[in-house]
């Protein structure tokens, strides 16, 4: 159902903004994916506009890195702009507030001139001289080529409130008296970030601007630019902020590459468990679910679900990501087909020079899946399937804890050699038969006959099922690393002895 507060008549048209200064921010994904699971859950559009007429601070890795963020996600936009095309819209703009009287040039540098108004709390406000300068001297200026900011003005004086229903915080109003004679335009002609995006969100028709608590100050400005460009301000409702676990906000230059969206990639989550971890972050459909594919979020979104209180995203130096994000993705890894998790391991496995064969990986995915949590995990969960010889490993992990000695043990692996070596058809079913066969004739139980022939073929104790593992791994590896193990623990023992 959509939301109760969109009009019925007007199909939603949210955007995602981005300034382009830095890697794409984990707090600015989960904005973008609540634009989009509104505008999904309510049938509208989502746009893209890249913010980037910070000209000083703006680079092209940042913009790279933002695409990149997002095309993992796999959360498709409807239309796409890029602001810096838009300026002379946005100059435009600016000169028509300033025909209507509601803007006026300040000649002066920007809270150094004497005579400032400021706040009972000493914040600057507005330049007296400047606010009252004549249009017929603030043109002769201008026209002597004197530089200028163009700022507007702001009403003062006559009681005025800045109102406006916020659709997660509620009403929030704001005396006029306070708030400064904000900038439109710089001395070098070029407009501010309040101008641009307030213009740009008029021309683009915008109808719901869903954006970080950071911004929710921004907002009595931007009700007043509205209002100076004779338009309907979209309807606001600002998220609340992504915090660390000290209650700071998730901040790039402080916490580094783990607010990155492509740090979370890189590890091995998949983004359907991403984008799920994120939505926890400050929503909630009210009913405890966790586990949501993106079909099931896009049904149960609403603004309404949006908590007011930050968010606290748990991580440590020892543990970079959340337990909850990881808990999350393990549960998606397992809800994936075999083969759709079978292709996205490949890469991973791939990085760590390993050569897996799909046919192969295909036939290791379903034993390994349910051991990992990240995909990244792979490499380490699979590697005895992929290389030619297993790792070193200590040849007393070859004797079980119980049941057995290095002598019985070598027993074991000898009589694992002959059996194996003579079952008709290398399959689960015959294989665990024969094996457990073999232990009833040595007098073992399953345990003791069992481990050394594990560690023998997969190198460690902690492995995949073995009959599973032994078929995947085929006959002439598992004879062939059984015999190493052999030898290897006549070597512990001529060394005891």
Sequence with gaps: MPEENASPATTPRVRFAPSPTGFLHVGSARTFIFNWLYARHNHGTIIFRLDDTDVERNTEASVQSIFEGLRWLGLNWDEEYKQSERLDLHRRAAWAIFDKGLAYR???????????????????????????????????????????????????????????????????????????DFALLRSDG?????????????????????????????????????????????????????????????????????????????????????????????????????????????????????????????FSEETPFDPKAVHLNGEHLRALEVDDLSARLQPFLERAGMQAAPEKLREVTPLIRERIKLMGEAPAAADFFFVQELAPYDAAELIPPKGADAAMTLRVLKTAQEVLAGVAEWNHGSLEHAMRDAAAGLGLKAGPMFQPIRVAVCGRKNAPPLFETMTVLGRDVCLERIGRAEAKLGALGSQSA
């Excluded at 400047?130 to 003005?153: H, I, N, T, V, W």
């Excluded at 950071?214 to 606001?236: C, R, S, V």
Aim: glycine share 8%.
């Design 190 to 314: 070029n407009p501010t970030y309040h101008l641009s995006s307030c213009v740009d969100d008029g021309d683009l028709r915008i109808t719901q601007i869903i954006r970080g608590q950071d911004h929710l100050t921004n907002t009595f400005k931007h009700i007043l630019i509205f209002e100076g460009l004779g338009a309907a301000p979209p309807q606001f409702a600002h998220l609340p902020l992504l915090v660390a676990p000290d209650g700071a906000k998730l901040s790039k230059r402080k916490h580094g590459a783990v607010v990155s969206v492509t740090t979370y990639r890189d590890a091995g989550f998949v983004p359907e468990a991403f984008i799920n971890f994120l939505c926890l972050l400050g929503w909630s459909p009210k009913n405890d679910l966790e586990f949501m594919p993106v079909a099931q979020l896009v049904q149960l979104f609403t603004l309404e679900g949006v908590n007011r209180s930050n968010a606290v995203v748990n």
């Design 106 to 180: 300040d000649f002066a540098p920007a809270h150094a001139a004497e005579g400032e108004a400021s706040s009972a709390q000493g914040a600057w406000l507005f330049n007296p001289g400047m606010r009252e300068l004549g249009r017929e001297e603030s043109d002769r200026r201008a026209a002597a080529g004197e530089p200028f900011a163009l700022r507007y003005r702001v009403p003062r004086g006559d009681g005025r409130v800045v109102q406006f229903d916020d659709g997660v915080y509620g009403a929030m109003s704001k005396a006029a008296d306070e708030i400064e």
